[in-house]
């Protein structure tokens, strides 16, 4: 039901053009209508591809730069798991190698110091611690025997846990290094452990060791997020660390952040498995996405250029296709108007003539009584009644002459009359007209001109009815001006196959709507002594020629005929109309 | 010497009134009203002109036409037609017809046409008297 009504509506609102509304405007909804048909069909297949583009582009690019990040993050992570754990090991080593008396022995600790710095990067001192947390054995560059460590929270861990790694931090010494502390393995004693401190240069090495780009940043983090290593972006060590790293996951998770400076971050970090570092690596987005940036305004460039070319190709599409409609429909509805007129002139034409024929044998006998009552009354005794009588039967007889003056006007509209085709000089012909009516011109004092081509060559066309024709018209244009008016009688070549005669009065002019009516049988001006069949006749016999006769007319302006002629006859049928 | 006039058309009143008044001008005229009667009329005198309708139930005005050539008679004929399709008068002209009037008819037109053939008649009849008498001349043998 829904999708009924949505077709519906759609088509409705595209393709049903209102037939009511005027013209133009429904070329206007059409185009419009056209217009967002295509750009819909058009552009949303290319935005949507444009879309899915972006994002599948996005996502592969990402995965493509973050899992090296991932990678990256992860190898480090292991090699300072590495590194602590080796140091452990170390340690561990040294108290299960050696008794509590031996490490007690300066001698014996400084030789193992002295190893250790040899042997393993970053070891600094190296201590002795009683179960008391008294440190009772040092070798190292500071003096710190007998120093009592009881209180510090990692010689409880230690205790507890058997190893201990510090954070990092400043201590005595004033520069940051990590404390590790292992408990003693031997089986005699049981409380005694082994401190030793790392230097923090090896974790600067580690990290260097990632070769980051100069805008990336890699940092470790304890759980209280203080800096343990020198961040880039972040600050020196010890420092609070500015962005929340989450808690938890032992994998290496990437996340996305905005800096301080509100620039877009990833941010990748992984938390150590025994100690409470974390590792963080800071790189940029638009580093890591560089080439998505670059790609994103490709994708942009292409999208914007592509809707461009197809709204100019859609406009100018749907222009074309508007017109073309507009030209048939214009067309179509010429011809049909025309196909219409001549039917209806045809039609009228027919009844006319069935009309005509049918009043012809009364009125035939109406003329006979009255001619035998005329008879009658001439010959009889002329008496003051037959004199009247007479009059009376005389206005009859006229009146019947009247009427035969109509109905054979009206068979000659309808009458199929045989054309007799001849080479004829139209311009002769018109002089011809012109002599009937000199005398009424010269009468009403009507100016006559002439411009007749000369030059125009003879047609094949019938003398008579084109007589008949320019009669016709030309006796309306006399009708039609006023005294002193002027008619002017104009011929000229039309194109190679026609003349035209265009007869123009300066008379009183026809509205719009006599004007579409003057050619219908019965439809006269001259109310009163005018048949209306005399145009109707003309258009028949213009038509017959296989000419075209039109019409222009302004109120008030005057009128001009103009009649268009082949200049050689096309045999056309004209409809029998009996 | 009156014209002799036979009118065959099927209007009756038209017919009627148009025989009285010829009659009225000294014309000798009948009337039929069909083109049977109107050959039947035929059969038993002469005439000099003969007014046809063209259009009449039954036997039309063309087809009479031809039922009338085919008599004897040396009569003209004139085609009266109500309808002013040229071809039909030519058609009857082309088998034999003298004129054709178209209706409603002036009298004046009428009797001019009546005369006209009345006399092509009476030259026709001057003719054949003529012949005759040649003819007799030729043959009486002195």
């Known amino acids: ?578 | 010497m009156s014209v002799k006039l036979l009118i065959l058309d099927d209007e009756k009143d038209f017919v009627e009134s148009l025989a009285e008044r010829l009659s009225l001008r000294d014309f000798k005229v009948k009337t039929a009203f069909n083109g049977e009667d109107a050959l039947k009329i035929m059969e038993e005198n002469e005439f000099d002109v003969i007014i046809l309708d063209v259009q009449m139930p039954g036997m039309d005005g063309i087809e009479a036409l031809k039922r009338i050539k085919e008599t004897n008679q040396l009569a003209h004929v004139l085609m009266l037609t109500g309808h002013a399709t040229v071809q039909t008068a030519i058609d009857g002209m082309k088998q034999g017809a003298y004129d054709y009037l178209m209706k409603p008819i002036e009298t004046k037109e009428l009797i001019n046409k009546l005369m006209e053939a009345y006399s092509l008649v009476e030259e026709q009849k001057e003719r054949i008297r003529k012949a005759e008498i040649d003819n007799i001349m030729k043959n009486k043998g002195w």
């Open chain 1, 1 to 578: 039901m829904q999708f009924q009504k949505l077709r519906d509506f759609i088509s409705n609102k595209f393709f049903v053009i209102p037939e009511a509304s005027s013209s133009p405007e429904r070329y206007k909804a059409l185009r419009r209508n056209i217009t967002i048909l295509m750009l819909f069909v058009t552009i949303i297949p290319l935005a949507l591809m444009a879309t899915i583009n972006y994002y599948q582009y996005k996502n592969s690019l990402q995965s493509e730069v973050i899992n090296p990040l991932r990678i990256l993050t992860n190898k480090t992570k292991l090699s300072f798991e590495l590194f602590l754990e080796e140091r452990i090991s170390t340690l561990k080593f040294i108290t299960s190698a050696y008794s509590y008396e031996e490490l007690n022995d300066e001698n014996i600790i400084n030789d193992i110091l002295i190893v250790l710095k040899k042997e393993f990067d970053g070891f600094i001192d190296i201590g002795l611690i009683d179960d008391k947390g008294i440190q009772i054995s040092y070798a190292g560059p500071y003096s710190l025997e007998e120093k009592d460590y009881s209180n510090q929270p990692w010689f409880h861990k230690v205790i507890l846990d058997g190893d201990h790694i510090s954070n990092v931090f400043l201590g005595y010494r004033k520069f940051p290094h990590v404390a590790i502390a292992v408990q003693s393995y031997s089986d005699d004693s049981c409380c005694w452990m082994l401190r030793a401190t790392i230097d923090t240069k090896k974790y600067n090495e580690l990290i260097a060791a990632m070769q980051l780009e100069p805008l990336s940043d890699a940092f470790l983090v304890n759980n209280e997020g203080i800096l343990q290593t020198r961040s880039r972006l972040f600050g020196n060590e010890l420092e609070p660390c500015p962005i929340e790293i989450p808690v938890g996951g032992g994998e290496t998770n990437i996340i996305e952040a905005t800096d301080n400076e509100g620039n877009e971050i990833f941010i990748a970090y992984s938390h150590f498995v025994d100690t409470d570092y974390t590792l963080v690596v800071v790189k940029p987005s638009s580093l890591i996405l560089k080439t998505w940036f670059t790609f994103r305004t490709e994708i942009f460039f292409i999208f914007v250029g592509s809707v461009l070319i197809i709204m100019i190709i859609v406009f100018k599409l749907t222009d074309i296709q508007v017109n073309r409609i507009r030209q048939a429909e214009e067309k179509h509805e010429l011809a049909f108007r025309e196909l219409e007129h001549s039917q209806k002139l045809s039609s009228i034409g027919r009844l006319a003539a069935g009309v005509a024929h049918e009043i012809n044998n009364p009125l035939a006998i109406i003329n006979q009584k009255a001619g035998l009552l005329q008879d009658i009354l001439t010959s009889g005794s002329g008496s003051s009644n037959s004199e009247r009588l007479l009059k009376v039967t005389q206005s009859i007889v006229q009146s019947v002459d009247r009427c035969s003056v109509i109905t054979h006007r009206l068979l000659g509209f309808a009458r199929r009359m045989d054309v007799e085709y001849e080479e004829l000089d139209i311009n002769e012909v018109i002089n011809d007209v012109f002599g009937f009516l000199d005398q009424l011109a010269l009468h009403r004092n009507i100016k006559i001109e002439r411009k007749l081509d000369d030059s125009l060559p003879k047609i094949s066309s019938d003398r008579g009815q084109l007589q008949q024709v320019f009669l016709n018209i030309l006796s309306n244009a006399y009708a039609a001006v006023d005294e002193g008016g002027s008619v002017c009688v104009e011929s000229y070549p039309k194109g190679e196959e026609n003349i035209c005669i265009a007869i123009k009065d300066d008379g009183k002019g026809m509205s719009k709507e006599e004007m579409s009516r003057i050619f219908e049988p019965f439809f006269t001006t001259k109310i009163g002594y005018g048949t209306g069949l005399g145009l109707p006749i003309t258009y028949g016999i213009v038509n017959k020629l296989g000419g075209k006769i039109s019409v222009d007319s302004e109120e008030g302006i005057g009128s001009t005929f103009t009649i268009c002629l082949p200049l050689k006859s096309k045999s056309i049928k004209i409809e029998n109309n009996e």
